[in-house]
């Protein structure tokens, strides 16, 4: 039988049916959960650490609201192409002058030049000097984070926080307990871990997560811990009840694609744990975000993790006019690997994404060779005929059963990619070759690029600007040409790439 709204929220009231329902069977309730539940009932005598819980813990007690899910936005209306369409190769009048290449020291250098040579480990242990001849004192917690190998400690009382009972209480007994733990060190170690490794949200995300499911084997209670670490690093992060377990969520002021969300007021809030894998259904939780923790999660990746190297090497090829070209470069398998477990953010964030140093000088290098000497017009062409012709065409749901834009570096890693990840290789190597501007164009079921240029053909109008199309999907065509379907079709948006 289905309860109304005033029903379902009475059951989570801080003494209502659910933990009747617990007191009635406590003569099933083994020794060591008896214990769990005698702590948890000492909140009242909890000293916390900073003024700011006592008050949200009084707040947490108050009666929870119902949240409905919300269904992500899709990013097309109509399906992307089977098969990447082919037109005859043919040489356009060469423009502009000749070229040389100039390959610069990137901006995002992915590893410190210090370390190059070197294992690349984060020292959160402070070493102790040679002379005492001690061992460093292991860590409470060590894991492998992409490579690097991290340890942390943690306070008994952190170590014995319990999701119990399964309700708002439980949550509330959770958060007092930690609230009231010397939890100062860990946070700052965490912080720490961030700086030195160069993480984005999305990696803090991964290392918060990581640490809280390495403390405890019980997911709801390592999402606690997650809610609570990130609360306390000043993020916008909530947690809900659905069906007795922990529903974490993570404020965006970005849409984030495949993934169940809640509203809270005008904020969404985005279950991450759920990307791609269906829906959360309806939640309780409560509106107040804890005092002072407002940053949204901002999946931007401007610059790259400082893992530690992984190198691998990949060679690939393609043919221009009747002659094979190779291009072989390295790769750090750990930022791969980092990579694959992105979400899907708005385009903004794949097509701002730097290439690992080391992986785009040697490509650079590479093209440099047949690009020296060529009038500008020839080079840009060549590369956008390398993009094209050097990956097999792939429709996401077919290589990855989901949607998935990948980063220019995932690109170059896989064999088969569609429109949008083609567009975002060609984008970064036309930038950074040519310093020129580069646009992407987003269509209805499709995706290309646009580059300002003073050269014939094709083109979309951006204000005052004259945009003339590059499609590196669009087999064998030259800047100027665009693929027949969308050469009348308005682009549904164009997205701004940063010089």
Known sequence: MQQNKVGEQKSFRLFGHFSLVLLL?????????????KRSQAESFQQYQDERDSAFSKYLKQQWKAYNVQISDKRYEKPKPTIAPTTPQSKIKSVGPKVNISIKESKNEIVDKKHIDKPFIINIIQPIKKEKKSKIAPKDITFDFYGTKLGFDLQDKI?????????????????????????????????????DMQLNDWGLYLLVLKVSHEVYRDSDNAKLLSWFIFNKLGYAVKVGLAKKHIILMHYSKKNIYSTPSYSFGKRKYYVLSHYAKGNVGRIFSYKQDYPESTKALDLALDKLPLFKPNMKIKTISFKEYGKTYKVSYPYNQNLIDFMSTYPQADYETFFNAPLDDRTYKSIAESLKKHLDGKQIGDAMNFVLHF????????KDNVQFNREKVMFAQETLYFDKSDCEDRAVLFSYLIKELFSITVYGVHYKGHMATALYV????????????????????????NIGQSMPRYRSKRPKNIIKIKK
Not at 25 to 37: I, M, P, T, W, Y
Not at 181 to 191: A, R, T
Not at 459 to 474: C, N, Q
Request: no cysteine.
């Open 387 to 394: 993009v094209q012709k050097s990956f097999k065409y792939s």
């Open 25 to 37: 069977g406590v003569s099933s309730v083994n020794a060591q959960s008896f214990e769990d539940f």
């Open 454 to 477: 003073p050269m014939k053909g094709d083109f979309i109008k951006l204000g005052s600007k004259k945009l003339v199309i590059a499609d590196p999907t669009y087999i064998n065509s």
């Open 159 to 195: 170590k014995n926080a319990n999701f119990y009972p399964q309700n708002q209480k439980g949550i509330t007994n959770f958060f007092s307990t930690v609230a009231s733990s010397e939890y100062e060190e860990l946070i700052k170690d965490i912080d720490k871990a961030r700086r």
